[in-house]
């Protein structure tokens, strides 16, 4: 790797491979140290492509699931079977692997622009802006810089677009998904928002029971599935479906998201 080869957005590989070792070697401890994050399903790793592969997941905290999915997926290739024992897996990092992020968001201080250039995609949120409710338009260089990423890479979506639980699939997901047609893999997982805050920045509680599950990718009919059909599936793969509020009361998950509130200011 030449040292100053670039990516298709711009960033210079061996900037990214540093950053992601240091980003790796400073957060390893907050899953195996001071939580043991539980994995299920490294095996699927294992045996993606190098490239269109799009990761679908539930939403907990803004920085610490995507962080969690750096170390997950670089010990898997590196042949860790469920587990992150020994960060010398980032050594060599996969640089092919991005996320989609709000704009705002990764511009909001130091730290989050640095955490941008690890594989940031980030895009202007059509429904919500500075904490007020929008309604604007898909920008396609947007969803052209989602393509792009595919073509290079995999990439990671939270398509509630929200951290708040069993929030609507926003339908731009599925419509990427139909439109490139990726592999679509769904990631479970829980215990990060209540061992770090909302940002996932500050560890809020210790030897909490994270888990980590990946799924077998999704079997999607491209040409035949409709835009609600996928939206449906993907609120049962990331267990985001109305129907889980069966097992956990509604009530229940607005009261924790009311104490994840206070705590915030507590920490």
């Given at each position: 790797m030449g040292l100053f080869k670039k990516n298709p957005f711009g960033h210079i590989l061996f900037v990214k491979k540093w950053l992601i070792r240091i980003l790796g070697l400073f957060t390893h401890r907050r899953f195996r140290g001071f939580n043991d994050l539980q994995i299920e399903g490294s095996d699927v790793i294992k045996n993606l492509p190098d490239t269109n592969v799009l990761f679908i997941s539930n939403h907990q905290t803004y920085f610490?699931?995507?962080?969690?999915?750096?170390?997950?997926?670089?010990?898997?290739?590196?042949?860790?079977?469920?587990n992150i024992k020994n960060v010398g897996y980032l050594w060599n990092p996969k640089l092919n692997m991005y996320y989609v992020a709000a704009k705002e968001t990764m511009k909001s201080g130091l730290l989050p622009k640095i955490f941008a250039y690890t594989g940031s995609i980030s895009i202007e949120r059509t429904w919500r802006s500075q904490g007020k409710d929008i309604n604007r338009q898909v920008k396609?260089?947007?969803?052209s810089a989602i393509k792009k990423a595919l073509d290079d890479g995999w990439v990671v979506t939270f398509p509630q677009g929200t951290t708040t639980p069993f929030k609507p699939i926003r339908k731009g997901t599925a419509h990427i998904i139909k439109r490139y047609k990726p592999i679509v893999v769904p990631i479970v997982i829980?215990?990060?928002?209540?061992?770090?805050?909302?940002?996932?920045?500050?560890?809020?509680?210790?030897?909490?029971?994270?888990?980590?599950?990946?799924?077998?990718?999704?079997?999607?009919?491209?040409?035949?599935?409709?835009?609600?059909?996928?939206?449906?599936?993907?609120?049962?793969?990331?267990?985001?479906?109305?129907?889980f509020l069966k097992v956990i009361p509604q009530k229940e998950l607005l009261a924790q998201e009311e104490l994840n509130k206070k705590r915030e200011f507590l920490t």
């Amino acid at each position: 790797m030449g040292l100053f080869k670039k990516n298709p957005f711009g960033h210079i590989l061996f900037v990214k491979k540093w950053l992601i070792r240091i980003l790796g070697l400073f957060t390893h401890r907050r899953f195996r140290g001071f939580n043991d994050l539980q994995i299920e399903g490294s095996d699927v790793i294992k045996n993606l492509p190098d490239t269109n592969v799009l990761f679908i997941s539930n939403h907990q905290t803004y920085f610490a699931d995507v962080i969690a999915m750096f170390h997950v997926f670089n010990a898997s290739l590196k042949g860790r079977d469920d587990n992150i024992k020994n960060v010398g897996y980032l050594w060599n990092p996969k640089l092919n692997m991005y996320y989609v992020a709000a704009k705002e968001t990764m511009k909001s201080g130091l730290l989050p622009k640095i955490f941008a250039y690890t594989g940031s995609i980030s895009i202007e949120r059509t429904w919500r802006s500075q904490g007020k409710d929008i309604n604007r338009q898909v920008k396609m260089s947007d969803i052209s810089a989602i393509k792009k990423a595919l073509d290079d890479g995999w990439v990671v979506t939270f398509p509630q677009g929200t951290t708040t639980p069993f929030k609507p699939i926003r339908k731009g997901t599925a419509h990427i998904i139909k439109r490139y047609k990726p592999i679509v893999v769904p990631i479970v997982i829980d215990g990060f928002r209540r061992s770090f805050d909302k940002k996932g920045l500050r560890i809020k509680k210790k030897n909490v029971y994270q888990s980590f599950e990946i799924k077998e990718p999704l079997k999607i009919d491209y040409e035949n599935d409709t835009i609600a059909d996928i939206v449906e599936q993907i609120e049962y793969a990331i267990e985001q479906h109305p129907s889980f509020l069966k097992v956990i009361p509604q009530k229940e998950l607005l009261a924790q998201e009311e104490l994840n509130k206070k705590r915030e200011f507590l920490t």
